[in-house]
């Protein structure tokens, strides 16, 4: 099996791609500022045993996408990992304040960016009359945080997309799905530990999520040992706990 992975060399991007070498895929990750993150990933997944390598992506550059999706090859599953955060922190800019020119680029790089790397993927999954294709969503794009919203709106775009290639897909064996996670513990963006066991505390198992719990949700999902699920929107148990206000 072949995956592909973008935005693999940290977070839940990185544990998704030592999640997939565990289970013997070859593992396709790519970047976009960091090629030293990426090849100690790659290192540390060779070092395990497994198959690995590293391409250079970028969703604001669409002019990267179909090279890179070239260079790596055909794929099996597709991890749509990566994303553009955004240059407005939430809270600091009243919603009529964000420029329009925020607006394109949060949709040209999570919207048209992610479904340009699907129009690259797909032809070479219908030929093979099977493919998993996982979209990693955010909590932040149902519950919404004070502030401009433009990366939750962006967010809950790729919930529409997958509902529209599950249906347009399915037929071909490709099964489509979004993994969507609350608040969870990467140690890439550290938050305050009160906050982490306010949250917590919130949630049904009385924990948030890792990176590795995510990685899991998101191999099942992107494997054979999902045979018919499609077109769903799996939420982490981290969601749980997050409200509107909490960050």
Do not use: C
């Amino acid at each position: 099996m072949h995956v592909l992975i973008t935005g693999g060399s940290s977070g839940i991007g990185a544990a998704t791609a030592l999640a997939y070498a565990r289970t013997g895929a070859r593992v396709t990750i790519t970047y976009n500022s960091g090629p030293d993150r990426a090849a100690g990933i790659v290192k540390r997944i060779e070092e395990e045993g497994g198959q690995a390598r590293a391409v250079h992506l970028d969703l604001e550059d669409h002019a990267t996408i179909a090279p890179a999706v070239a260079e790596t090859g055909p794929v099996d599953a597709l991890v749509a990992n990566a994303v553009r955060w955004g240059n407005i922190p939430p809270g600091s800019v009243p919603f009529e304040g964000v420029p329009a020119a925020e607006w394109s680029a949060m949709m040209h790089a999570n919207v048209v960016g992610n479904a340009l790397l699907v129009q690259a993927v797909l032809p070479a999954m219908r030929r093979a009359g099977w493919g998993r294709i996982v979209f990693v969503s955010s909590g932040i794009g149902e519950e919404g945080v004070p502030g401009p919203g433009v990366y939750g709106t962006a967010k809950m775009a790729l919930h529409g997309m997958a509902r529209a290639l599950a249906w347009e897909a399915g037929g071909d064996g490709i099964l489509v799905n979004v993994a969507v996670a609350g608040l969870t513990v990467t140690g890439v963006r550290p938050f305050p530990q009160e906050l982490l066991d306010r949250l917590a505390a919130r949630t049904p198992s009385r924990r948030l999520s890792t990176a590795d719990d995510m990685a899991a949700l998101i191999v099942f999902l992107g494997s054979a040992a999902n045979r018919n699920l499609t077109g769903e929107i799996i939420r982490d148990g981290s969601n749980a706990g997050r409200s509107a206000h909490a960050l």
